[in-house]
């Protein structure tokens, strides 16, 4: 648990590192932008230079903090509701027939994905069963088999996997 937060951590640093270049980056040419136009329409009568560059800076800095508070505001009410809908779907994978629940479990505590043997040697379903309910849960579009050498790997649809499955 530990090592998902510290990737938690390490994810928000990276994206927010990433947000505050854009954002410097477009203060920088709005700026630059505003300073050439400045300096084009006012010629060499105005004698702002030094004031407008601070106002410039000014400007660029509060517009990054700015960026960076709405960012982290933004970001932690999107893992809320992210949180809540991963319980509204794992509410609901309660209600599926237990040997697919079964599954679905052993599947979503892994990464999403596991061999078909891997299935049958750990949720103590015979081959038949898992197959079978395998079967029914492609049916149903809730994983999708891929052939891997004399098994087949279990992998469930993306949709769920971005939701259950804690990465």
Known sequence: MEEKVSLDIDCFWKRLIGVTVILTVFIGLVSGGFLAVHSFVTGPYCNCGSSLLL????????????????????????????QDIREKALKTVRFLPKEQRKIMDYLIDGSGEALQKDIVEETDLGKVKVSRTLKKMEKRGLVEREENGMSKRVVVIDDFKDVLVEQ
């Open 55 to 82: 106002t410039v800076i000014a400007m660029s800095v509060t517009g990054v903090i700015v960026g960076i508070s709405i960012y982290y505001y933004l970001s932690g009410s999107f893992q809320a509701q992210r």
